[in-house]
């Protein structure tokens, strides 16, 4: 067995400026995106396999209602969060994806019961909930996922009619958002992991690029494991994390360089803003520069 791993993690992408991130504020996000990356360490060094690493360091963000999944998801246009996560390993190619799904504590572990107990990929909405109880995951009333900044977003949100993305530099106390997690175990097995509330003031049954497999997430032992974050509507038609796959796949590029060539090259042409976090089998990562900067 090989005695490497590596492990990424994302909290949305970005910019903060200084001005709007009082420094105990910035601890908090530090303090916990830190006790995502350590579980998931802590994982992956006693041996674990990169899928269980993803999930519980994706957990420890969802459980934190400073980042825009489980917890503090922000409000649809009817005041409620409707949340969207996947997760893919990439020895065998199993997924598992949930859209749409309300009271669910955390949505990346009904995902990881979708890839370990399913014979779908993809649940949605009530059949999700009905699967999420029979495999006895965790319930919260709408309170629990009520977080008040959130609420004045959305209450913001809903006077312009906008549908927002998380970190638009407009709101007046900008946060991180969705979240999630790429990771290469002892074995060379890779797995990627991203979880979300989606944009605010979403509406319709609006879904994200988080749990499509090749647009928010996707893994392949053959090329990489990746996680974006963004604009999910541009990320879901420029099918950005199989793009980088196949950029490594078939025209033998780093995963750095997959990874730069289409958040910088290719994602701009189409309109849309965002980033990735990526890792191949050899544990090198990459991502684009835009996730979560801190500008002083
Ligand atoms: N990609 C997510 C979505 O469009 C939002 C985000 O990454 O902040 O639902």
């Known amino acids: ?77 009817e005041g409620e969060h409707e949340m969207d996560a996947a997760l893919m390993e990439g020895e065998h190619l199993k997924a598992g994806a949930i859209s749409l799904v309300k009271g669910v504590r955390n949505p990346i572990r009904l995902a990881k019961s979708v890839l370990l107990h399913s014979h779908h990929v993809f649940l949605a ?37 906008q549908i927002q993305l998380d970190h638009s530099a407009s709101w007046p106390d900008n946060k991180f ?59 879901i038609r420029g099918v950005v994390a199989y793009d980088i796959a196949c950029l490594m796949e078939y025209q033998g590029l780093s995963v750095a360089e997959a990874s730069n060539r289409v958040i910088h090259q290719k994602q701009p042409q189409l309109g849309g803003e965002g980033g990735v976090i990526a890792v191949d089998g050899a544990g090198n990562v990459g991502s684009s520069p835009i996730l979560n900067q801190i500008i002083g």
Request: proline fraction near 2%; charge should be positive.
């Open 125 to 161: 909405g009530k059949g999700a909930e009905v699967f999420a109880r029979e495999h006895e995951l965790a319930f919260e009333a709408p309170s629990y996922f009520a977080d008040a900044f959130r609420k004045t977003q959305w209450q913001e949100a809903l006077k312009t009619d």
């Open 1 to 77: 067995m090989r005695k490497t791993y590596s492990i990424a993690i994302h909290g949305g992408a970005g910019t903060i400026r200084r001005v709007d991130l009082p420094s105990e504020k910035e601890r908090e996000y530090r303090k916990y995106l830190q006790l995502a990356l350590e579980t998931g360490q802590k994982i992956l060094q006693s041996g674990g396999t990169a899928l269980t690493a993803c999930t519980e360091a994706v957990v420890i963000l969802e459980d934190c209602p400073l980042f825009n999944a489980g917890r503090g998801s922000v409000f649809t246009h």
């Open 177 to 235: 958002g969705t979240v999630g997690a790429v990771a290469c175990d002892q074995k060379g097995n890779l797995a990627a992991a991203t979880s979300t509330g989606g944009m605010t003031n979403k509406r319709y049954g609006r879904i994200g690029d988080s749990p499509l497999i090749g647009a928010g997430t996707y893994a392949n032992n053959k090329t990489c494991a990746v996680s974006a974050t963004g604009h999910g509507e541009y990320f």
